[in-house]
């Protein structure tokens, strides 16, 4: 782990996530599969996953200029990775931040940490000068769209894709800006999502 988190909540910190963790994030691949089945139909691999995870980085031809594999643990289970999120600075645009996985671990869903992650995420990246921020949700997943929903994200389209395995998915982009911003002048700022 680092010296100092990336940013705390109350009852967490989070943390760019090292080569040191990624025994307990095989751990959380482990014990929180069902993202991954839902996305591909597949329970994951867990060395694979790990990798995917450390190593994966959106296409140059996004002109990005950051990204952040970022780890959250508890206060008082610091041995568990609590959630995981992928996060892409300027992707496609300057300004978007890009929230490529949030997934908080099964066990601790209804607790309200998703909320209180989501809240210091938001802060922290327009603390970074993002003013805009952008993911997607399957279709189908209607726990994820119903959370992003509750926090101010609007559908901007829809997108077919297709997972590693070969599996098919809707994605529904959803956006938020964190500054007065019409659907018209995102989709000039991320002429992808028109």
Partial sequence: ???QPVFSLTDADI????DADRPDLAAFCRDNPEYDVFLSGEVPDEAEWVEDFMTDLP???FN???????IARRHQDQGKIAAILDITEDMIGRGVGHIGLFQVATALHGAGLAHRLY??????????GMDVLRLGVLDGNARGMAFWTRHG???ARRR???AP??????SHVMYKPLKPLSLDAYRLRVPRDD
């Fill in 59 to 61: 296409p140059a031809a």
């Fill in 1 to 3: 782990m680092s010296h």
């Fill in 15 to 18: 943390w760019v996530a090292t």
């Fill in 165 to 170: 395995t070969g599996k098919t998915h809707l």
């Fill in 119 to 128: 809240q210091g995420l938001e802060d922290w990246l327009a603390s970074r």
């Fill in 64 to 70: 990005w200029t950051a990204t952040h594999k970022l």
């Fill in 153 to 155: 994200f609007l559908e």
């Fill in 160 to 162: 077919q894709g297709t």
